[in-house]
């Protein structure tokens, strides 16, 4: 069983900055792929970045390609997904998600370990 918990998220205007956090239990955090998905009101959950256990892959949808940047920290077990630029089409709840097994994907389907979420909320 792992439990995710998401941390750093907020309120900010039109090109600041968030960093958000994802703490992890578990013994194998090295071995399962790591995304960060979201949801806008009304919206259904998107992808938006993933990381390979590794830390050596990443893949980011188009949308936040450039501005957003995945890394994670297996030591700590935490990924993190640092946000600038950021725009007012940003603000959703953003959750983490880990995917057991090799391989990772952007279909939030397949992904085994859910954390809560954490608001980003970002004004014009």
């Known amino acids: 069983q792992v439990q995710l918990v998401e941390s750093g998220g907020g309120m900010v205007q039109a090109g600041g900055s968030l960093r958000l956090s994802c703490a992890a239990t578990?013994?194998?955090?090295?071995?399962?792929?790591m995304g960060w998905f979201r949801q806008a009101p009304g919206k259904e959950r998107e992808f938006a970045a993933v990381?390979?256990?590794?830390?050596?892959?990443?893949y980011y949808t188009l949308s936040v390609k450039g501005r957003f940047t995945i890394s994670r920290d297996n030591a700590k077990n935490t990924v993190y997904l640092q946000m600038n630029t950021l725009k007012p089409e940003d603000t959703a709840v953003y959750y983490c998600?880990?995917?057991?097994?090799?391989?990772?994907?952007?279909?939030?389907?397949?992904?085994?370990?859910w954390g809560q979420g954490t608001q980003v909320t970002v004004s014009s």
């Open positions: 990381i390979s256990g590794s830390g050596g892959n990443t």
């Open positions: 998600a880990a995917k057991v097994g090799t391989g990772w994907s952007t279909n939030d389907r397949i992904y085994d370990y």
């Open positions: 578990g013994r194998t955090f090295s071995s399962y792929a």
